[in-house]
């Protein structure tokens, strides 16, 4: 998976967000992974994960404002998805779900890795900011070369964003050769 | 003054107060009348039996003697450590931590008050040595207690937190910093407390008891007042420890939060 957007799809339970931790190296496993040529286990956890973003499905927050949980503030990204840099200032307990979500990618975003494992990263938007994030993450992969492994359950989306796809269930891997590609 | 000696009538009336409080409890159905008088069985026969190996020991001193019986308090205070906590580390690792924190701190603290501030001959003559460690450990093991308590507690609740900054490459402690930081807090608030009280709201026990015994309460002030300063740093000392190894002990080497390194309840 050489800078590519992979969809992955498949059944509640069949162990989507199970492989993305697994490849974020969040659980226990046996399973070996490489970045370009380093094996994940040469460097630090979190060494490899600053380069191997996840993106939960439910994003986090753990101080009052939203400025307080960046590093650094993308003025650029946040402009993309619809936000002014007054945002920085906002009150987390008063953000919608939408909001936290497309956030949440702003945040990861801007540490910039180099592997992005999205978890339905549109699952809770409206469909103006569904396009709003899978057009920063094309610009986003544009700019700079990055892998994306995209959980998602809409079929068109799939269409819209992978290079290919592969289905899960139960465990199990399966290319889905009668995907649409458009890169 | 001479020192009034309590007979064993004297202790039964303290002990038909204590009788009092269990027909109570039973009355109002609180379900502790079986706990209290387990417990004041327990305290009557605990400290008579201490008392009667201190009587033996301040006869023939003995430096080996005085070590085991260091080394049973110390174990039993580990014990209870562990058996306090609600979500304690699983394994050796519950008892491991909170006995290497109180060892490394109340061990060490009345080494040093023994050697260099008090200065009895020889330094572990047991009149200092076994009260001085033993009020060392019961406070030390209450900080070490509330601390591993909370950060087990909080590393539970706040998982999904602690994993969703692990997913922006932040490393182990940065994750678990508030955490730490709120459970030594937690740890070291009420001896703090207690310094800040002492002689407004209570009278501290060794204090009262020297001076029961006879002893100028100047002279009294001035020992309370350095085994105060010796337990806040001995409690400091034990919770800083116990909370910084217990909390390391959540994640492992890739620095993945391992919840399964605490005890099923």
Same mark, same amino acid.
């Given at each position: 998976?050489?800078?590519?957007?992979?969809?992955?799809?498949?059944?509640?339970?069949?162990?989507?967000?199970?492989?993305?931790?697994?490849?974020?190296?969040?659980?226990?496993?046996?399973?070996?992974?490489?970045?370009?040529?380093?094996?994940?286990?040469?460097?630090?956890?979190?060494?490899?994960?600053?380069?191997?973003?996840?993106?939960?499905?439910?994003?986090?927050?753990?101080?009052?404002?939203?400025?307080?949980?960046?590093?650094?503030?993308?003025?650029?990204?946040?402009?993309?998805?619809?936000?002014?840099?007054?945002?920085?200032?906002?009150?987390?307990?008063?953000?919608? !779900?939408?909001?936290? #979500?497309?956030? +949440?990618? @702003?945040?990861?975003? =801007? *540490?910039?890795?180099?592997?992005?494992? &999205?978890?339905?990263?549109?699952?809770?938007?409206?469909?103006?900011?569904?396009?709003?994030?899978?057009?920063?993450?094309?610009?986003?992969?544009?700019?700079?070369?990055?892998?994306?492994?995209?959980? !998602?359950?809409?079929? #068109?989306?799939? +269409?819209? @964003?992978?290079?290919? =796809? *592969?289905?899960?269930?139960?465990?199990? &891997?399966?290319?889905?050769?009668?995907?649409?590609?458009?890169? | 003054?001479?020192?009034?000696?309590?007979?064993?009538?004297?202790?039964?009336?303290?002990?038909?107060?204590?009788?009092?409080?269990?027909?109570?409890?039973?009355?109002?159905?609180?379900?502790?009348?079986?706990?209290?008088?387990?417990?004041?069985?327990?305290?009557?026969?605990?400290?008579?039996?201490?008392?009667?190996?201190?009587?033996?020991?301040?006869?023939?001193?003995?430096?080996?003697?005085?070590?085991?019986?260091?080394?049973?308090?110390?174990?039993?205070?580990?014990?209870?450590?562990?058996?306090?906590?609600?979500?304690?580390?699983?394994?050796?690792?519950?008892?491991?931590?909170?006995?290497?924190?109180?060892?490394?701190?109340?061990?060490?603290?009345?080494?040093?008050?023994?050697?260099?501030?008090?200065?009895?001959?020889?330094?572990?003559?047991?009149?200092?040595?076994?009260?001085?460690?033993?009020?060392?450990?019961?406070?030390?093991?209450?900080?070490?207690?509330?601390?591993?308590?909370?950060?087990?507690?909080?590393?539970?609740?706040?998982?999904?937190?602690?994993?969703?900054?692990?997913?922006?490459?932040?490393?182990?402690?940065?994750?678990?910093?508030?955490?730490?930081?709120?459970?030594?807090?937690?740890?070291?608030?009420?001896?703090?407390?207690?310094?800040?009280?002492?002689?407004?709201?209570?009278?501290?026990?060794?204090?009262?008891?020297?001076?029961?015994?006879?002893?100028?309460?100047?002279?009294?002030?001035?020992?309370?007042?350095?085994?105060?300063?010796?337990?806040?740093?001995?409690?400091?000392?034990?919770?800083?420890?116990?909370?910084?190894?217990?909390?390391?002990?959540?994640?492992?080497?890739?620095?993945?939060?391992?919840?399964?390194?605490?005890?099923?309840?």
């Amino acid at each position: 998976m050489h800078d590519e957007c992979v969809c992955l799809e498949g059944p509640s339970g069949a162990g989507k967000t199970l492989l993305l931790r697994a490849i974020a190296d969040l659980d226990l496993h046996q399973g070996r992974v490489y970045l370009d040529d380093i094996e994940r286990n040469t460097i630090s956890g979190s060494a490899w994960r600053r380069q191997v973003g996840l993106l939960p499905a439910e994003s986090q927050w753990w101080r009052d404002t939203v400025g307080e949980h960046f590093e650094h503030t993308d003025h650029d990204l946040l402009d993309r998805l619809g936000f002014d840099n007054e945002v920085m200032t906002w009150q987390v307990s008063r953000l919608s !779900s939408g909001e936290r #979500q497309r956030l +949440a990618l @702003v945040r990861m975003l =801007s *540490l910039h890795p180099r592997v992005l494992l &999205l978890d339905e990263p549109t699952a809770s938007l409206d469909p103006d900011n569904v396009q709003r994030v899978e057009e920063v993450i094309k610009h986003y992969r544009n700019h700079q070369p990055a892998a994306v492994l995209w959980v !998602s359950h809409d079929p #068109q989306q799939i +269409a819209r @964003v992978a290079n290919r =796809s *592969l289905y899960i269930n139960k465990g199990q &891997l399966l290319p889905r050769p009668d995907s649409v590609c458009i890169s | 003054m001479h020192l009034v000696t309590l007979t064993p009538i004297d202790l039964v009336m303290a002990a038909l107060l204590v009788a009092l409080l269990a027909a109570l409890s039973m009355r109002m159905q609180l379900g502790l009348a079986m706990e209290i008088t387990i417990a004041a069985a327990r305290t009557t026969v605990q400290l008579l039996l201490i008392g009667l190996i201190l009587k033996a020991l301040f006869a023939n001193v003995s430096l080996l003697w005085i070590a085991l019986i260091a080394f049973v308090m110390l174990m039993v205070a580990g014990h209870e450590v562990m058996t306090r906590q609600q979500r304690g580390l699983a394994g050796w690792w519950g008892f491991g931590v909170g006995t290497v924190s109180m060892f490394i701190s109340s061990f060490s603290v009345t080494l040093l008050a023994l050697v260099v501030i008090i200065g009895p001959d020889p330094w572990y003559t047991p009149q200092y040595a076994i009260p001085l460690l033993g009020m060392m450990l019961g406070n030390t093991m209450s900080g070490v207690t509330l601390g591993m308590d909370r950060l087990t507690q909080a590393a539970w609740q706040q998982r999904t937190i602690i994993e969703a900054r692990l997913m922006l490459g932040q490393d182990w402690a940065q994750t678990i910093a508030d955490i730490r930081r709120e459970s030594m807090r937690v740890g070291m608030i009420p001896t703090i407390n207690a310094m800040a009280t002492a002689g407004l709201v209570s009278l501290p026990g060794m204090m009262t008891g020297q001076i029961l015994a006879g002893s100028p309460p100047v002279e009294a002030v001035k020992y309370q007042i350095l085994i105060m300063f010796l337990i806040t740093a001995c409690t400091g000392l034990g919770t800083v420890a116990a909370v910084w190894i217990g909390s390391r002990r959540l994640f492992d080497d890739r620095q993945r939060l391992r919840l399964d390194h605490l005890r099923v309840r």
